[in-house]
């Protein structure tokens, strides 16, 4: 096993948004550097790092010598092409590994290892034509969602389709020529569970996470999730089954479905922290952030002991229509962190920032953290002046 890589090394982070953006403030308050590459400027990530490159992707050259200039390389969202990190790899350690990103970053890839593997996950069906799909719906039944396999994100690049007379609209709609059939889960809950493997096979998680979502995009999450204890043991021992068949070192996200008949359906991958585990920042004693840092620096992992119930409520672009956010109306509530990414322009359903709530349950932090949000609108009962 090579050996640890220790503070005051850089790293390396490819993607430069609000997860590179937390996870350079965990390496720096370590006393490690970070540079950080992708395609814009002043970008989230860029505000906090040491080194900002603007390159794009596709530019082996640049990436070849930002990889040079760093210890290890991580990534913070993975639609960063597999071939980036190929060559990244070349010069420094990946981690996770550009293998582990080529599976997650493609639906059918991503479906196929979970079947391979024997997880539980709904029906699903590879769509390459029209025919596909049809033929598909004839198996799977409608409602169904029809999502492409590659570059999705926040609900884009998905179709619901309701009746099988709605194919060819549907086919049309998505404009792509690789995609997903997933028959329609009928589920109580989505949950999440955020897990990280350590160089030498350690493994941590943070238990598992309730989400709410709003226009397919998370609107709050909530920890402890109100689910049994044989549940949690389930949804952790699935995460642990992908993070080590995938070999992954660092942090992943197994995003889950809980059916009305207690069943756990795998949903989706993300190999990086994710936005459900943005609460354990201010909740426990180890960030998700610090444990990326600590998983692909090869030190020991840290505590994910949750120190209080919590809640934390995505902030998105829309909040800045009415005006500028009443920021402090919101932190008159003293048991509220407030988190910005430094984003310049507050478009609808753009994540911009979030909130988090801790209370003496995970009620109370979820009602604190819905009320705090509301506070932010101008025209709000709890507004404390302009």
Known sequence: MSPPILPGATVGVLGSGQLGRMFAIAARRMGYRVHTLSPDDDTPTGQVADLEVKAPYEDLEAVARFARQVSVVTFEFENVPARTAQVAAEHAPVRPSGAVLHTTQHRGREKEFLSEAGLPLAPWARVRSLADLEAALATLGCPAVLKTAGWGYDGKGQVK??????????????????????????FEREVSVVAARGVGGAFAHYGVI??????????VSVAPAPVSAALVDEAVALARTVLELLDVVGVLCVELFVTRDGRLLVNELAPRPHNSGHLTFDACVTSQFEQQLRAICGLPLGSTELLRPAAMANLLGDA??????????ALALPEVKLHLYGKLVPRPGRKMGHLTALGATPEEARARVVEARARLAPTSPGRTGG
């Open 210 to 219: 309730a989400n709410d979502h709003a226009n397919h995009i998370l609107d």
């Open 320 to 329: 800045w229509q009415p005006g500028e956010p009443d920021w402090a109306a």
């Open 161 to 186: 389709v309701a009746r099988p007379e709605d194919a060819a609209a549907a086919w049309e709609r998505l404009g792509v020529e690789d995609a997903v059939l997933e028959a329609f889960v009928d």
